[in-house]
């Protein structure tokens, strides 16, 4: 890409991070940010190409699957992993993780299990990942970033890499810049209309945000408190929980060579209890954010829950009708305090669902 064809290209970003400019949260679109995005839709850099980081999470669906599907395709036709795609917005603010002795969970990390204690280390997985990018080791990355049109931007930007572990980070730190931007990270949902008192709620929706506060206990781990580092209300707590969710038994990870899933049909999902290698701490995976839930299907780290009111509805009677759900994944752990006998009517459930509704970006576009 020529410098005339980038500075375009940063120009139209800089518009669009311009929108709703009540809701600033990086105030000057840079260099990096550019280069990030750039990376970020790039499908030259997997193996076979065809596929980007955007394949997997796609604006339109908050930075999900943007097919929807239970688990993600890898570059690789018929190649699957273990996990559906999770939202990518606004869960790439998660602290380090760190273990809380208070509260006995870990807080933080990246991955729906914490696997990655950050976000820069977490962005170099997905590229040597064989079923996702497929790329043999980091040094096939970066051959092929040497070959796009905007390799000479990162060494304005950067500087020139003496190796490859060098402008790996250089990648690494262009998509975090990227992916922590505004342009990512809106903050423009009704709910933020809503909490800087420029627009009123429904009578439904207010119903509905008293049901999250209150008698459907959703804010005990997706906090309505802001973000100490950000300031702003990012709908989770970055804790673990298990809570209970059965496996989804057309997983097609379970149909995966024995190279990738040696367990077969037999894999059980253990979470961030198989990182830290601490069995009461199966089962549990890092508490989402709730930002752009009702365009983000299917649900939870298997994505066996396809709608938004299956899961207000398992949330509220798992345990009052247990033959309704299939038995979880990992029976240890379940949380039995904050979920599964909450007493919610069907009209309050309902009503939850349509407060979840104004939690989705660009309400005002």
Do not use: W
């Not at 973000?227 to 709908?235: A, N, S, W, Y």
Request: proline letters at 5%; aromatic letters at 10%; charged letters at 25%.
């Amino acid at each position: 890409m020529s410098k005339k064809y980038f500075l375009i290209g940063l120009v139209v970003m800089i518009t669009l991070s311009s929108c709703a400019d009540d809701f600033e949260y990086v105030p000057v679109v840079s260099n990096k940010i550019a280069i990030g995005k750039l990376i970020f839709f790039d499908k030259n850099l997997s193996k076979p190409i065809g596929q980007a980081c955007a394949s997997c999470h796609a604006p339109e669906t908050g930075f999900s699957d943007p097919l929807l599907r239970d688990v993600s395709e890898g570059a690789i036709t018929g190649a699957f992993a273990n996990r559906n795609s999770p939202n990518l917005a606004y869960n790439v603010f998660s602290p380090e993780r760190t273990y809380n002795t208070t509260d006995e969970t870990y807080i933080g990390g990246l991955f729906l299990d914490g696997r990655s204690p950050n976000l820069q280390e977490q962005l170099r997985h997905p590229f040597i990942n064989p079923v996702e990018m497929n790329n043999a080791d980091i040094a096939d990355v970066i051959s092929k970033i040497k070959k796009t049109s905007y390799y000479s931007e990162i060494e304005k930007e950067y500087g020139v890499a003496k190796t490859d572990e060098e402008l790996m980070s250089y990648i690494a730190d262009a998509l975090a810049s990227f992916e922590t931007s505004k342009e990512v990270n809106s903050f423009t949902s009704k709910f933020d209309y809503f909490n800087k008192q420029l627009i009123k709620f429904t009578d439904d929706e207010k119903k509905g945000l008293s049901v999250f506060k209150g008698k459907g206990k959703c804010a005990q781990c997706h906090v309505l408190e802001p973000d100490e580092r950000t300031g702003k209300i990012l709908f989770t707590d970055f804790s673990y929980d298990n809570i209970g969710v059965p496996r989804n038994e057309k997983n097609p990870f379970y149909n995966q060579s024995t190279a990738v899933n040696p367990a077969g049909a037999n894999f059980i999902d253990l979470g961030i209890g198989a990182i830290v290698s601490q069995p009461e701490h199966n089962g549990k995976f890092r508490v989402p954010t709730l930002r752009n839930i009702t365009i983000s299907a299917p649900y939870f780290h298997n994505g066996s829950f396809k709608t938004l009111k299956e899961v207000i509805h398992f949330y509220n009677v798992r345990d009052v009708n247990p033959n309704e759900f299939a038995t979880p994944e990992v029976l240890e752990n379940v949380n039995r305090d904050e979920l599964g006998n909450l007493k919610m009517t069907a009209q309050e459930e309902s009503q939850l669902e349509t407060f979840l509704g104004t939690l989705t970006d660009h309400y005002r576009k």
